[in-house]
């Protein structure tokens, strides 16, 4: 079965890796709205200007992709389109009121949602909400995000919200990691072939054994650190609570708090 037409506003790092996921699981035909992105093979298409995009071409759902800042200017280029429509907001703190608003008297039927970027491989993970939603749109949207990965549907924005600095973020601090490790390979003396050899096969060999596996990551991590042995040595500074625990709180709390700056 191939997934629903779209009409993707915003072309860029999410939106771009969103399309990447869902032109290789079979799309029915679809526009892309976007000042600089490559042009999609037939039989997709690219518009640089919203009044480009065909008068009588009808998306199944459209896809919003652009910077929160962009919202109300790409929403009020695309009046003709909403009336009827799901749209399927990827920005991070963009309430569904505000997009309800941004939409004026159209009958749009809102979805908020937050990707993140191994949707480009169908590895991502969406957090996914709407009010607005019956069965069968429901399930359109689910057909649409699980092309590209895991989809978590949650009760309320708030939900939303406090899965952004998790799985919407969560990769960057994976990559971060992949950096770190590369660096202190590089300083214990590896050359740099081999450095980014192990540090890019770590993270991704572990990625894959906790996709694999049906142990908690709890035990995957027991299963590297031997009693009163190396890996134990490293974890004593890693899991200091002073150290990535705190950390890592201090990290989701300032995303959080910085989501709800951009909101208001
Ligand atoms: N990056 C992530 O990992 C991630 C994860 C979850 C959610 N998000 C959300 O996804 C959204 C996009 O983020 P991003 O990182 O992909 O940003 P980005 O790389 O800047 O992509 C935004 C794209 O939209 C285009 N654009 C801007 N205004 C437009 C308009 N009116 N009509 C059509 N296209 C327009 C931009 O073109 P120009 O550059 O020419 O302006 C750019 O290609 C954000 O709201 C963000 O909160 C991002």
Redesign the pocket.
Known sequence: MSLPSLLL?????????LWQGWLERGLAPSVI?????EAPPAPHRVVRR?EDIPADFKPDIIVL????A?ME??LS?LHPFLDGTILIS?????TIDSLRAACHEASTRIVRA????PAAIGKGVTGVCSPDLDEKGRSLCTALLSAVGDVAWVGNEEQLEALTPIS?CG??YVFLLAELLEKEALRVGLPAETARLIARGTVSGAGALLEASPEESETLRKNVTSPNGVTAKALEVLMAPDAWPAAMTEAVDKAMARSREMAS
């Open positions: 506003v915003g072309c860029g790092k999410m939106g771009g890796a709205l976007d000042r600089r992105c919203p992709a652009v910077k929160p962009g200017e790409a280029s990827m920005l991070a703190a963009r937050m990707p993140n970027t919407g990769p960057a």
